[in-house]
DNA sequence: CTGTTAGCGCCTTCAC
DNA sequence: GTGAAGGCGCTAACAG
């Protein structure tokens, strides 16, 4: 007894039929006689038969698995996109291997070089925010497998991009937040050199400028998204005494801020009217009535999946960026109501 | 030119050595010269080589990958777990691949044969609620490869058991609230089926009896771990007025039943003191001064992976269940001092 | 429908 | 220190 490790050719020799019938006979190949493929498949459960899929794959080349980079699987939003991605992938016969780069340069050229030597068929990849130079994604792409960027677009080789839109997201935000007569609103921005962070800002000043508030460089904060940096903001803002809006265009520090102000008792909307991201679920814990942003993060899971799969299937398959929309969710009554 | 999937062996011709040498080089054997080592790696690195790990774990049985199945990648507590696993493995050459069962044993099932297949070299398991049988996991013990389960404990062929000492900190949970002064303390439990449940119930009512408080089984409440199951037992314990301690045994019914006593003024911890588990960030936000059983996820990570190595090196390892202390996190002042 | 043959890319005796 | 030969387990022509 070979001790739980039966071939194909232990079930051949049992059988005395030819292993590459029962070869064929595994893969369901319509060219065996439901016979010997019932004979066969008896015999491999008999003897704990499992599929070598290192075999399996060397020899036709192919994995069906398809490899995850995610900055940190802890973070809300990310796990969403997950869920999305393995769905979609395994409705689709793909298997999914799952990475984190912590943020981490040096981690994520490891990982793309061990996905490169497993042969997986594709890569989705949401780029560190260390990561400036895409050197590292080369050898994938010389080897004629594609990657899809997920949430932080890249221009790289023509490589899809699917991301959402923060400028109209922002605009749409601030514009909510006008029409519900804020007057004096503050931006809670993220690190400028992020283009994520960049566009958000851009649509804040594209809704004021549209609906004539003036533009205020001392109402535009920028932070390293720390809840330290919440309680300083909130801190100043009500030092500011005149602010009745915040948009806030990052969680962490939005969290912290919004839980500062309701410990001074500023009541929300009505003193201060929040509109901020719903990736992390707190926000909605400390004021369910909060107005937020929606980002299709499962959504955005499922199609970049769809197209990473399109593009294994048929490599000469021409890209373009897809560009996904946020949705707000109104749950607080207005502000000031005409 | 082969289009970026050079082998040893374009090295080889290139350089008019033997494979078999290229192979020895490119593992850093030292039985050649560190002439052609040099040699060789330059050409590698010219031709863009990419060592095809299929083919390499296929010929050594082995894959250096460890296999991790987790119920759900979002939950804090495992995402904890994860990073404490991945350091630990990657620290030993491994590599990790996670795959999530969302509770639903027919994907853990397909999950194991997945794995099983891929032949990874071991697994680390935190086993579906929903699984009663294991013998989804007999193939891949007869193959030999070693299962290491974290976070909720089996009794399967004398797999190593990594888990919490549940009664132990539910015992010392209740032990502070009662030498806080508390005299009518409601415990929140789970499902009585989940061993887990079942001893954190035991080591509320050991605490109890040890200090001669009365128990009453109205004070037991038993939940599916849901949100609005927290606003119902909110609601009954003011009630039952005379309620002025918790002890919560699962996070998402006692965050939103501590929103909801706080939304009815209720003061934490003067009218009721509560404690629960810190897994789950939401508790603490809401309420920083909350003291909390803090229970050690990237410990048992590094734990679990270091037993689970172990056993790959050592197949005939005899294996011993481990068992985790968790810490109670004091951070409000004491509901009244003697 | 089934068997024959060959080889995916790598590693590992065994020689020299 | 290097080369020659064989095979890990599986699949894909090509025959018949």
């Known amino acids: 007894m070979n001790s739980g490790k039966a071939t194909i050719h232990d079930i051949s020799k049992a059988l005395n039929i030819d292993s590459s019938t029962v070869s064929r006979a595994l893969n369901n190949s319509p060219r065996v006689s439901s016979k010997t493929k019932a004979k066969i498949l008896t015999k491999a459960a008999e003897l704990g038969y499992q599929r070598n899929s290192l075999a399996s794959n060397l020899r036709t080349n192919k994995t069906n698995t398809i490899g995850v980079i995610v900055p940190r699987i802890s973070r809300s939003f990310f796990s969403s996109v997950i869920s999305g991605i393995e769905e979609t992938a395994y409705k689709n016969g793909y ?75 922002s605009f749409k935000a601030t514009e909510h937040l006008i029409s519900n007569g804020c007057k004096n609103i503050v931006h809670f921005g993220g690190p400028q050199n992020i283009a994520l962070y960049k566009n958000r800002k851009k649509g804040y000043l594209a809704a004021l ?26 801190k100043e803002i009500l030092k500011m005494k005149n602010v009745d809006g915040i948009y806030a265009a990052n969680d962490t520090s939005a969290i912290s801020a919004l839980q500062y102000l309701k410990s001074k008792d500023v009541k929300i909307p009505e003193d201060i009217a929040i509109v901020g991201f719903n990736n992390d679920p707190i926000s909605s814990v400390i004021e369910p009535s909060l107005t937020t942003i929606n980002q299709p993060d499962f959504e955005m899971g499922r199609m970049a999946t769809n197209a990473l799969i399109d593009q294994i299937k048929d490599t000469s398959l021409s890209v373009r960026p897809i560009v996904l929309k946020s949705e707000l969710i109104v749950r607080s009554s207005s502000k000031v109501m005409p």
């Open 95 to 169: 298997n999914v291997i799952i990475c984190q780069s912590l943020e981490d340069v040096n981690r994520e050229k490891k990982i793309m070089d061990n996905l490169l030597s497993n042969r997986v068929d594709g890569v989705l990849i949401s780029i560190s925010m260390q990561t400036s130079s895409y050197e590292h994604l080369k050898p994938f792409r010389n080897h004629g497998a594609p990657i899809v960027f997920y949430d932080r677009p890249c221009n790289f080789e023509g490589c899809t991009s699917v991301s959402i839109d923060d400028f109209e997201a």
């Open 209 to 234: 400028e549209k609906y004539g508030l003036e533009i205020n460089e001392i109402f535009c904060f920028e932070n390293e998204l720390s809840e330290n940096d919440g309680v300083i903001m909130a």
